[in-house]
């Protein structure tokens, strides 16, 4: 079974080529556009990885963080943060609040790729 | 006691004196007589007892009218020019003496006027004297003191206890605040001074936090104990207007190098802050937005690139949003960056100029210093811009040059055009005009003509003016060359906005007085204080009638505070009052204030809280101030605002230095003194004056041993006049 990422981000141009992008490399994607999407879609299905933007409408981002990382059945979830907020303190901030990574907009496929590849290692190689 | 009942006293008494001894030396007489003699004595006195009674009474009322003759012609006119002759000899040269009386006193009273006469001639010549002496000096203080009355920032000296014996306009400005701070009670339930008006000798403590100053103050102390390099501490006010304000502090040492005071350094950095917080969030929203659209440019770029061969649809998407975003992008970038950046240019400090102006000074400096005649038509009308003056006349001086090295030629005509938003200045010639490429290298340049020169290059001036240049051929109008700038065209700002004109002052300014330095503690026993050290308050009320009682409201009050024995005339009160109530024809004949000119004004109410707090810590002085604080002790159920402050009065003062003067009025008194009242009856003319009065009083005062406050008032309250009801 290949690996869940949740996109979760409220601008449809962004999540459209993640989503081509993750699904070209054999991932299953599930989109959030707010952050309490966010947090139904992680209850609902449980990702492996969360691609989450911190400027949300509703709950931002960092409290989706916040959130997972309080409950300790969601631990394994890794969160990559993919933000347009560039700022040293942004990141840190980020970084406290338990992300695994930190990637600042724009971003490269690649770059972003070799970030999710590290953490779900792909069980079929064959891509859709 | 008046002059007239103490004669009477003095007469009535030795009359009863010699009619005792007459009837002592009867009643011994009587006792020597036989009876038979007693009875010849009664006989005669019953027979003749209308002859006797009539003699008696001739010879009493010829001695009373005697008394009264010899009281008029000699003892009053005598006292009077007793103290006439004080008047001029202390107070005004310029009095002379009405003579009356006898002959002998006539005679004197014209010596004493001649040897006035040739005393005020003196006088003036040596004030005449003295003044010049004194003026050369006075003018450079004055220089000093409007300086610092100008300066942009407000400045506030205190000494150590924080009383203010400086300040500016524009601290005035800064600290007095639309609303009053509360009255708060201090630990011993004492009121504190926290009136929100600035003054000489008022508390700085009562305008800005007494927390923040003291932080600042202990911060200093700690710097001079290190002898830090900077001894300045800084802190941000807030003021119930929601005005920032960066306040300075700097120490104030004296010899031994211990803080003798303090200054304050006041800047409003309100717009300031509000336009660093509006560009700041600009350009965050800006970037964050730049970033959000190539990210999502990139991501599609990327995927197009990396799997040419996805489907149709997929293709489609991403190309759309490429599209969408990268107009997405010249939005942001035109929308938000250029108005960040128009925010910037609009803070450059640029000055309102006329164009003919400029063009007169452009003209001239290329004549002197390039040898080029610029030609403008002299009759056009004035447009108006806004530039650095000197850096802009410096651009177009370089223009001149290089038009000069490139055409060869040495005159330009000059016009200035109005297009729309801009105002175009052109520089025209016969033949071609200057090619794109070398404009580019000029904007590159930087600032030099012949010995000025600027750190900054071309297009770094033409930028911050919001300006742009270009050059182009007239082809189809003048078949001239033309070297433009377009420039925005400014509007004329309101006059409120200029700047005012400095114009010295004739006297002292009355906001700096260094002998405060000198003032005793803070907290002495009043009534012990001389009177030459206290601060007071000058104040008059106009009234719609004399019948407090009868319901006469108050309809002006006027104020000035006296400080270190000098009269403040610009730290004044001066506010009309509506008086709910219909001001009767007699009352606007006195004071000529007109119905509609009450109309909206404060009701008394709104007045007296803000009076009170401009009275707070003084002794009140007015002339015949039971009337006036009759008015404002019939508001006091109203309003709730009671007048404690001690209580003096020119009126009763006055009676005390000249009890022979018939007159203490008002006019009386001024005239008496030489005191010129301008606005009589208006709140405001009559305090003045009445503070010039109480001015002259204070040393007439001290001469009769009446120095304290205490004796002061003891000394009035002995006067016939403080009998006077209202």
């Known amino acids: ?100 990574e930190y990637v ?25 | 006691m008046r002059i007239q009942n103490k004669f009477w006293w003095f007469a009535g008494v030795t009359l009863l004196f010699f009619v005792i001894i007459i009837f002592s030396m009867a009643l011994l007489f009587w006792q020597q007589l036989l009876p038979h003699q007693h009875d010849v004595l009664l006989n005669i006195f019953k027979k003749h007892f209308a002859y006797i009674f009539l003699g008696l009474f001739i010879i009493l009322a010829g001695f009373g009218i005697l008394l009264d003759w010899v009281f008029r012609i000699y003892i009053l006119p005598l006292n009077k020019l007793v103290e006439e002759a004080h008047v001029i000899a202390s107070v005004n040269p310029s009095h002379r003496i009405k003579p009356e009386g006898s002959k002998d006193i006539i005679r004197l009273s014209k010596i004493v006027n001649e040897g006035a006469e040739r005393y005020e001639q003196l006088y003036q010549q040596v004030r005449q004297e003295i003044l010049q002496e004194y003026e050369h000096a006075e003018d450079e203080k004055n220089i000093l003191a409007a300086l610092i009355d100008e300066l942009p920032e407000g400045i506030v000296i205190c000494n150590e206890q924080g009383k203010i014996l400086l300040y500016n306009q524009q601290a005035r400005l800064l600290l007095e605040h ?77 010899q031994k190098a211990e803080m003798a005071g303090f200054f304050l350094i006041l800047t409003d950095i309100t717009q300031q802050v509000e336009f660093t917080k509006e560009a700041q969030f600009l350009m965050e929203n800006s970037i964050q937005k730049l970033r959000a659209s190539s990210a999502a440019i990139r991501s599609s770029i990327e995927a197009i690139l990396k799997y040419p061969q996805m489907k149709k649809a997929q293709l489609k998407d991403l190309a759309q949003i490429i599209h969408t975003e990268t107009i997405s992008l010249g939005d942001t970038l035109e929308r938000k960056l250029s108005r960040f950046s128009g925010f910037v240019k609009e803070h450059w400090p640029l000055a309102l100029t006329g164009t003919t102006d400029f063009w007169r000074i452009i003209s001239r400096k290329a004549k002197d210093k390039l040898k080029i005649d610029l030609v403008w038509p002299a009759n056009e009308t004035s447009q108006q811009i806004r530039i650095d003056t000197y850096a802009f006349s410096l651009i177009f001086l370089f223009v001149c040059l290089q038009l000069k090295k490139i055409t060869n030629r040495t005159r330009f005509e000059c016009a200035t055009n109005r297009e729309g938003r801009f105002v175009c200045l052109d520089l025209t010639w016969p033949g071609d005009p200057i090619s794109i490429e070398e404009l580019h290298r000029w904007e590159r340049h930087q600032l030099i003509v012949d010995d000025e020169r600027m750190p900054f290059t071309f297009k770094d001036i033409i930028d911050s003016h919001n300006a742009e240049i270009w050059s182009y051929f007239g082809k189809q109008t003048t078949q001239r060359s033309y070297f433009r700038f377009y420039l925005p065209a400014a509007k004329r700002p309101l006059p409120d906005s200029l700047r005012r004109v400095t114009v010295l002052p004739e006297g002292r300014p009355e906001f700096y007085d260094f002998d405060l330095f000198n003032q005793p503690g803070q907290t002495p026993e009043i009534d012990q204080r001389p009177l030459n050290e206290l601060t007071f308050t000058i104040f008059d009320t106009e009234t719609t009638g004399l019948n407090p009682r009868g319901g006469d409201e108050i309809i002006s009050i006027g104020a000035v505070r006296i400080f270190n024995q000098r009269l403040l005339q610009e730290e004044r009160f001066d506010q009309l009052v509506d008086p709910q109530r219909p001001l009767p024809k007699e009352s606007i004949q006195v004071h000529g204030i007109q119905p509609e000119m009450l109309i909206g004004k404060p009701t008394i109410d709104m007045v007296l809280p803000r009076f009170q707090q401009f009275c707070r810590g003084t002794i009140l002085v007015a002339h015949n101030a039971a009337f006036d604080m009759r008015m404002l002790q019939m508001k006091e159920g109203q309003t709730g605002i009671n007048f404690i402050n001690p209580v003096l009065d020119t009126m009763l003062l006055s009676a005390v230095l000249h009890p022979a003067q018939e007159k203490h009025s008002f006019d009386a008194i001024a005239e008496r003194f030489g005191i010129r009242i301008v606005g009589r009856h208006t709140a405001i003319g009559d305090a003045i004056a009445t503070g010039e009065i109480f001015l002259k009083l204070i040393p007439l005062l001290a001469e009769k041993g009446i120095l304290t406050l205490r004796q002061a008032r003891e000394a009035s309250q002995k006067t016939y006049y403080s009998r006077l009801k209202y």
Not at chain 1, 83 to 97: E, I, N, S, Y
Not at chain 1, 113 to 126: D, I, T
């Open chain 1, 1 to 100: 079974m290949a690996s869940l990422v949740l996109i979760v981000d409220d601008e449809p141009n962004i999540v459209i080529p993640l989503q081509f992008l993750m699904e070209k490399n054999g991932y299953d994607v599930v989109i959030a556009q707010s952050g309490e999407e966010a947090l139904e879609a992680i209850a609902k299905y449980i990702p492996d990885l969360i691609l989450l933007d911190i400027m949300l409408p509703g709950i931002d981002g960092y409290e989706v963080c916040e959130i997972v990382r309080l409950r300790p059945e969601w631990q394994h979830i890794k969160i990559i943060f993919l933000t347009a907020k560039g700022r040293d303190v942004d990141l840190a901030k980020g970084m406290v609040l338990g992300a695994d």
């Open chain 1, 104 to 128: 600042i907009k724009p971003f490269s496929n690649e770059e972003l790729l070799a970030k999710v590849k590290k953490y779900l290692p792909l069980l079929n190689e064959n891509p859709k």
């Open chain 2, 178 to 254: 639309s609303e009053c701070v509360d009255i708060a009670p201090n630990d011993n339930g004492a009121e504190v001074d926290r009136s929100c008006f600035i003054g000489l000798g008022r508390s700085i403590y009562n305008v800005m936090d007494a927390h923040k100053i003291t932080h600042a103050l202990d911060e200093i102390s700690r710097k001079l104990v290190q002898a830090d390099e900077e001894i300045t501490a800084f802190f941000v006010n807030v003021d119930p207007d929601n005005r920032l304000l960066r306040v300075e502090t700097m120490p104030l040492l004296n």
